[in-house]
């Protein structure tokens, strides 16, 4: 389901209003905020790793769609990690 999240994000929508959409959903209330941080971490991780892979062959557009991908999950840690004071 948190997969949703940066799809949207890619077609334009804030990371708040893409997480709104999934507001009423239960499963989404029970989220633990860590749990749902580090998974967003490593979800910006694989994309952004999977980005600057070389290109395979025959699949010319690939690398620019995780590049995409990487962008919006960013965006979505940004979302979550600006609040966080890692003075304390």
């Known amino acids: 389901m948190a997969?949703?999240?940066p799809h949207l994000i890619m077609v334009g929508h804030t990371s708040?209003?893409?997480e709104s959409y999934l507001a009423a959903v239960?499963?989404?209330q029970?989220?633990?905020t860590e749990v749902?941080?580090?998974y967003v971490i490593?979800?910006?991780?694989?994309w952004t790793r999977a980005s600057r892979q070389p290109a395979p062959e025959g699949v010319p557009h690939l690398r620019s769609y995780q590049r995409h991908a990487a962008?919006?999950?960013l965006?979505?840690?940004?979302?979550?990690t600006d609040a966080i004071s890692f003075l304390n």
């Open 42 to 46: 490593a979800y910006a991780g694989y």
């Open 3 to 5: 997969d949703l999240v």
């Open 36 to 38: 749902l941080i580090s």
């Open 26 to 28: 239960p499963a989404w």
């Open 16 to 18: 708040a209003a893409a």
């Open 71 to 73: 962008t919006a999950a």
């Open 30 to 32: 029970r989220v633990d």
């Open 75 to 80: 965006a979505w840690v940004r979302h979550h």
